[in-house]
């Protein structure tokens, strides 16, 4: 007979703040091609069978079994599967909660192939289980095996959590980004935002950034470069007025800025399209 006795020790560990909000488990059989969308909250994506891509607004990560991608809130993103594979995933909300890497960088992470994949799936599974049958005490055994999944995921990427309110942080940056997608035509600079949400500039930048994954000059930058694509697409505007109209102080720091974004300047991206839609 072998007898071990393991005494469990005090931790100083902080009680994670989050909630879990929403699991789902999605199989596509197809050649899915889904819509750029966000959240107001963190989402854990992760890839239980095949392979496909994971899209943001400006790069592309190709995803396969066992990867995982933390998705921040209000960062545009979609999937797509590969033709002729299909791609099944675990995908669930989280408020209350982001993460930093240890380096001190926000934004997105992709995370590929826990050491042991099967304890991480069988973690979403549970979790759906409960969820499903809602039976006594399912939101607790569910919040539990949310927390030991973070805690998993932290000690893998060596992040750092991260606790925020979602409830004020959503209604201000959906205040920024509402009036910066509406209003991209006007001069806009950090003090203009200041004043709208009566915010510290630098409190207001981080935070924004925290969610958006850019900050918010970068965001309406990427905002004006998106209007100026299609008014060089649909419309034989001069490059000059394009760059007036969507809100960029001079033709020359428009093109700079396409150029940097796009690899090309506005006259080469609106030769491309008229030749390819010949």
């Not at 496909?52 to 592309?60: A, I, P, Y």
């Not at 203009?192 to 510290?200: G, K, V, Y």
Request: with cysteine; aromatic share 12%; glycine share 4%.
């Amino acid at each position: 007979m072998s007898y071990r006795h393991y005494s469990i020790k005090d931790t100083d560990i902080p009680k994670l703040n989050t909630r879990l909000l929403s699991i789902s488990l999605v199989k596509d059989d197809k050649d899915w091609n889904s819509v750029f969308h966000t959240h107001h909250f963190t989402e854990l994506f992760y890839v239980v069978s095949g392979e496909g891509k994971f899209l943001f607004r400006n790069e592309t990560h190709h995803i396969k079994t066992g990867d995982l991608v933390i998705i921040p809130p209000y960062l545009e993103h979609t999937e797509q599967s590969v033709k002729g594979k299909s791609l099944e995933y675990y995908v669930i909300g989280i408020d209350k909660i982001s993460f930093l890497a240890e380096n001190g960088q926000t934004g997105i992470q992709a995370f590929c192939n826990f050491r042991d994949q099967s304890s991480v799936s069988d973690i979403f599974a549970q979790m759906l289980y409960e969820m499903r049958n809602d039976d006594y005490g399912s939101e607790i055994i569910c919040q539990n095996l949310l927390e030991i999944l973070i805690l998993r995921i932290i000690r893998s990427q060596r992040l750092i959590p991260i606790s925020i309110n979602s409830e004020r942080m959503t209604k201000e940056c959906a205040q920024i980004k509402e009036y910066l997608d509406t209003n991209y035509t006007e001069r806009i600079t950090l003090d203009t935002l200041t004043s709208l949400t009566h915010m510290n500039k630098y409190y207001m930048a981080h935070s924004f950034a925290k969610y958006a994954g850019l900050s918010p000059i970068q965001y309406l930058n990427r905002r004006r470069l998106k209007i100026a694509c299609t008014l060089l697409r649909d419309t034989d505007h001069s490059v000059s007025d394009i760059a007036s109209s969507t809100g960029f102080s001079s033709q020359s720091y428009f093109t700079q800025s396409f150029r940097k974004y796009y690899g090309m300047t506005p006259l080469q991206y609106r030769q491309q399209n008229a030749e390819t839609s010949v």
